[in-house]
């Protein structure tokens, strides 16, 4: 079985999804990582993060993953935005600046 199967169960996050989310709860509100960065912490594709994100981002907080060029994910329409201001993150317009938030873990 790939990663990508492994990555989605109807039991719960398997241990590669599970890595993911563990990554994602430790990064601190007003900080942000990159897909590109999750998934180099776990020798994955960001892809593959965007999948685990995609079937259990309730579990986590979201909101703190960001494109490579600072800006969230679109598809909760502008809730990271508003989320991410009401941490504190530090932004330049619509998109984080990665300068001052970025969280390497």
Known sequence: MSELSNAISEEGPPP?????LDIIDRIPPGRVMTYGL???TVDAHPRLVGRVMTHWADETQWHRVVYANG???TCHGNNALVLLRGEGTPMHG???DLVHALWDG
Request: aromatic share 8%.
């Open 38 to 40: 999750i998934a180099d």
């Open 71 to 73: 800006t969230p994910a």
């Open 94 to 96: 619509d998109r984080v």
């Open 16 to 20: 590669f999804a599970r890595r993911v």
